[in-house]
């Protein structure tokens, strides 16, 4: 089933507008969402939201709640997220940092006491369409045992880099595991194995088998001990500068996931000069990657299947998941 | 073997100085390779020592040349590193990062025209040595199939992410390859298979067999297409913020591996506050992470080993390869 842009914006638009949330900030966060199911990033856009109202509901997101800077030392800044939407938060940092990039080169926010930022590639499109190289991450709740233990004590802490490109941004999001739950049990509702090792199962064993990776919970950093190490600087990173809660401090449910540390980093090299044979080398490297090699296959640059998806879905309708669709509609 | 780290620093000095690096810049070159050495990374210490002289005497590496600013904007800045010895380069370029973060909150210097850092984690400890958090990392030539290729077209692109900390900072240092040729040579001599597939063979299956990937010149990325647009991103804001070059634009062969492009951030969160609170976030995480879990490993927190190795080292002297420690002595 395929919605428009339009129908999928106005619907939640209107569930968030009864939950509070006054017009522009509705209308922004209802985009966020929107933007990720336009992008094909559905289960960080639509089938995210659901979630999203129950914890507006249950007071762990508070709609009234505005990021409130707290301290500053020129182009470094904390900001309290005050428990507000995460979405809302998030893009209000990296507005914040790229308007500090514009001014001193380079603009860092940490943002403390905030909630899920639902899809962070949102954040990487947003500075990238201002011209501007961005690196954020996030924290999260203990999701993934770090290498050499069995229980989940890091996050998979999502990290975003986006740079900007006339003929499409460069924009990678990835968490650090190898699959997420979700693409687990995508996985496994196909019938399908991984195309990669991505856990132990419960005897220890690294496994495509999706499922058992659900049942031991020890799903894979990427790299094994590599991204075991950097989901836990980015953690600590998180939570020394925004002042706030690493994941050793968040809740472990999902639905009481809050008090998140998040870091955005914008870079504007446009007073650097070059920037003709600046934006010549980002398609020179794209050029070099995709020439063909003989074996038939194109390298994708991260970011590339976006804007494809994102063409597609805008001209033909957006996927929605019918049962997520009217359900949302009653919210 | 084992040998002083006066003796190593020594040796490495006296080569230097015929070489003809004027005293202070030979001093602090030799102890960037002893440091290697010393942390337990004699594979960019002093096993890279003699390469590193070859370059110099093929002209590769101008031993005069100095860093030159040739662009700034407040806390960002690009220098040409003019072809001068790449740890003395990176080593200026941090300590001018370090120096912007404690005027500006954050600063950031992207390098071009430089040659191989060295080991990277030395700058890694240099700024939280300074008590900065920093993040920086170099592209490299091509030595690694971006995912969905054969060929290398992309680099390894080493990132260094560093945390200060009064117990000894946390500082991870790592190539985007699962392991790296001189690491895959290694288990190859001890005759041993890789703990986990690092890379394909030559009916472009995964292996665990280091010579198989050898053969292939097929190394993995971490985590796969993760790791494979990490380094692709990492290269493109290298060379577009440095105005430098491009891991496609530097030349394949090892010896002749010059004009690289790095960037360095660092972050001084000093003057936000909360500083005390603030260490004992990152003494936090890291108790929690080394909490008994029941399975009597002990998860690792990034540079915990590098400063067990260094302490051994120094009291007990520092492990050299006979051949290399004698032919360095003759350079």
Redesign the interface.
């Known amino acids: 089933m395929r919605v428009t842009y339009r129908e999928l914006h106005g619907v939640l638009l209107a569930v968030l507008t009864r939950a509070g949330l006054d017009p522009s900030r509705a209308t922004l966060c209802a985009r966020l969402f929107a933007d990720a199911s336009r992008d094909g990033v559905a289960s960080h856009g639509l089938n995210l939201f659901p979630r999203f109202v129950r914890m507006i509901r249950t007071g762990v997101v508070d709609v009234a709640a505005r990021p409130e800077r707290v301290?500053?030392?020129?182009?470094?800044?904390?900001w309290d997220g005050s428990r507000g939407p995460g979405n809302l938060n998030a893009h209000h940092s990296m507005e914040r940092a790229i308007a500090l990039?514009r001014?001193?080169?380079?603009?860092?926010v940490?943002l403390a006491n905030t909630n899920h930022w639902g899809r962070g590639g949102n954040f990487g499109w947003q500075a990238a369409d201002a011209g501007v190289?961005a690196?954020c991450w996030t924290n999260t709740l203990a999701n993934l045992p770090?290498?050499?233990?069995?229980?989940a004590?890091?996050g998979n802490n999502p990290i975003v880099?986006?740079?900007p490109r006339a003929d499409g941004h460069?924009v990678?999001d990835?968490a650090l595991s190898?699959f997420s739950y979700g693409a687990l049990a995508s996985y496994r509702m196909r019938g399908e194995q991984l195309p990669?090792?991505g856990g132990f199962d419960a005897r220890g064993e690294?496994t495509r088998d999706p499922a058992a990776i659900e049942a031991s919970r020890r799903p894979l950093p990427?790299?094994?001990w590599?991204?075991?190490?950097?989901s836990?600087?980015?953690?600590?990173?998180g939570?020394?500068?925004s002042?706030g809660r690493?994941?050793?401090?968040v809740a472990t449910d999902a639905e009481e996931e809050t008090g998140l540390s998040q870091v955005f980093?914008a870079?504007?090299?446009s007073?650097?000069?070059?920037s003709a044979?600046?934006a010549r080398?980002?398609d020179?490297?794209i050029e070099?990657?995709q020439s063909p090699?003989?074996?038939g296959?194109?390298?994708?640059?991260?970011g590339e299947r976006t804007l494809e998806t994102r063409g597609r879905n805008l001209r033909e309708g957006i996927p929605v998941e019918p049962s997520i669709w009217q359900a949302v509609q009653t919210l």
Chains 1, 2 share one sequence.
Do not use: N
């Open positions: 301290a500053a030392h020129g182009a470094l800044e904390r990039s001014e001193h080169g380079t603009g860092c940490a190289i690196i770090p290498w050499g233990a069995t229980e004590r890091t880099v986006a740079v460069v990678l990835m190898q990669v090792a690294l990427i790299g094994f590599k991204g075991s190490g950097l836990i600087v980015l953690d600590m990173i939570a020394l500068l002042g690493a994941t050793c401090d980093i870079l504007d090299g007073a650097l000069g070059g044979g600046a080398v980002a020179r490297i070099h990657l090699d003989g074996t296959e194109r390298v994708r640059y991260p």
